[in-house]
């Protein structure tokens, strides 16, 4: 059974920067595709960005430029780094691994990190 623990969310005024970390307990990390999705107040959950075990990224297109996605196998972690943030960035930030077929549907979950942007 694979554990997602997150850290790094946090409250920032706009044109700030932020870094969420995402570390997995159990299961083979390398060999998941890994990915991070958000949840703003009153919407559902959105993707925002993933890398597969191979290293191929995908970003949601209005966030390509300003988030990147990474992973450290030997650490068995995944980071988003997240400039020049914005109000509508704020929300619940989730991180994801272990992709079920060939969509967006993951099976392992982190337990979510809040993150605020204020103007």
């Known amino acids: 059974q694979v554990q997602l623990l997150e850290s790094g969310g946090g409250s920032v005024q706009a044109g700030a920067s932020l870094r969420l970390s995402c570390v997995a307990s159990?299961?083979?990390?390398?060999?998941?595709?890994v990915a991070w999705f958000r949840q703003a107040p009153g919407k559902d959950r959105e993707f925002v960005c993933s890398k597969t075990s191979g290293g191929r990224t995908t970003y949601l297109g209005s966030l390509k430029g300003r988030f990147t996605v990474e992973r450290r196998n030997a650490k068995k972690a995944m980071y988003l780094q997240m400039n020049n943030l914005k109000p509508e960035d704020t929300a619940v930030y989730y991180c994801?691994?272990?992709?079920?077929?060939?969509?967006?549907?993951?099976?392992?979950w982190g337990q979510g990190t809040q993150v605020s942007v204020s103007s």
């Open positions: 159990g299961g083979t990390f390398s060999t998941y595709d």
């Open positions: 994801a691994l272990d992709r079920l077929g060939s969509g967006q549907q993951y099976r392992y």
